[in-house]
């Protein structure tokens, strides 16, 4: 098990996803809208970023999100087994929860990997949002490629889109094409708890059976 505190695991990877796309830190940080310094620091895991900055980043970095939870090589991302990941029976992936750590983000937003390992083109995970807390703290919507699914296991969660929002507690669920600006915020005083099922583009092709309705609702 890496004893790595997370930031520094996060900022590892990110690290290690633009020097393998060959991009310096300073463009990087130009297209960002951000000083060197401040993504030096998110790297070296000094700094955490909001989900907002966190999906911006991979984005210029053509990474998916789902890179932040695993050290795999983004270019040609696969199913693996590795840390508590088991396969007891062929082709059956399983994990035992022995290494379940989160992500930890900007404003104690965590993001915890549900699948027991990487599949291209899938996340499912779990989002933490304590209270008063967003996924940008200053109203920036979050626009990136692929299908969101989520579902609002614990609190009040409210979910800003351009046009209007939605709020939704324990039970609630919403899907919307992740191309469409959103900002995710806890305006209460609970902690809120969502699970995400994230389908990107090009993604279809190993996507189990049990998701194919979203397959179908993604756009053209």
């Known amino acids: 098990m890496d004893t790595t505190p997370l930031p520094a695991q996060i900022g590892t990877r990110l690290r290690r996803l633009r020097t393998t796309s060959g991009r ?5 940080a130009q297209e960002l809208g951000i000083s060197s310094s401040a993504l030096s620091q998110i790297e070296t895991g000094v700094m955490k970023p909001s989900v907002q900055r966190l999906v911006e980043l991979v984005g210029v970095l053509g990474a998916p999100v789902s890179a932040i939870f695993d050290d795999v090589a983004v270019a040609a991302p696969r199913a ?3 840390g508590d990941v088991a396969e007891p029976v062929p082709g059956v992936l399983v994990s035992y929860g022995d290494d379940d750590r989160p992500a930890h983000l900007g404003e104690g937003v965590t993001y915890r990997r549900l699948s027991p390992a990487p599949l291209r083109g899938v996340t499912l995970f779990e989002s933490t949002y304590p209270p008063r807390a967003a996924s940008s703290p200053d109203g920036e919507m ?7 699914c989520g579902h609002v296991v614990a609190g009040e969660l409210t979910f800003e889109f351009s046009d209007g929002e939605v709020r939704l507690g324990p039970g609630g669920s919403l899907s919307f094409a992740a191309s469409r600006p959103h900002r995710v915020v806890n305006a209460t005083d609970e902690v809120a708890v969502a ?21 179908a609702a993604l756009p053209e």
Not at 24 to 28: C, F, M, P
Not at 142 to 148: I, K, N, S
């Open 80 to 82: 693996t087994a590795g």
């Open 195 to 215: 699970i995400w099922l994230t389908v990107e583009p090009g993604g279809a092709e190993q996507v189990p059976d049990a998701v194919p309705d979203v397959i």
């Open 142 to 148: 979050l626009v990136h490629a692929g299908y969101d």
């Open 24 to 28: 310096s830190l300073a463009s990087v």
